[in-house]
């Protein structure tokens, strides 16, 4: 992971992953590549959503799965 690097933990925003040159396709799909950069975490910004708190939980698990923490949530 990044934090054995220096450290620091590091981690990546969903805001700014819109402004890459792969448009964001889902939060989950930024949480796939955090992963594969080796990042520690994920900040979520995301619009509304179906059912908010299942929707939240799924990302909980999904994150605790692969080993990321969730910094924050908008």
């Known amino acids: ?3 054995d690097l220096k ?4 981690g990546a925003s969903t805001y700014s992953w819109q ?9 989950e799909h930024i949480m796939e590549k955090a ?6 975490g994920i900040e979520v910004m995301h619009g509304p959503v179906g059912s908010e708190e299942e929707y939240l939980m799924s990302l909980k698990r999904k994150a605790h799965t692969m080993g990321l923490d969730i910094y924050s949530l908008h």
């Not at 402004?19 to 939060?27: G, K, P, T």
């Open 1 to 3: 992971m990044a934090s």
């Open 7 to 10: 450290g620091m933990r590091m």
């Open 19 to 27: 402004f890459a040159q792969e448009r964001m396709r889902s939060v």
């Open 35 to 40: 992963f594969e950069f080796g990042l520690d």
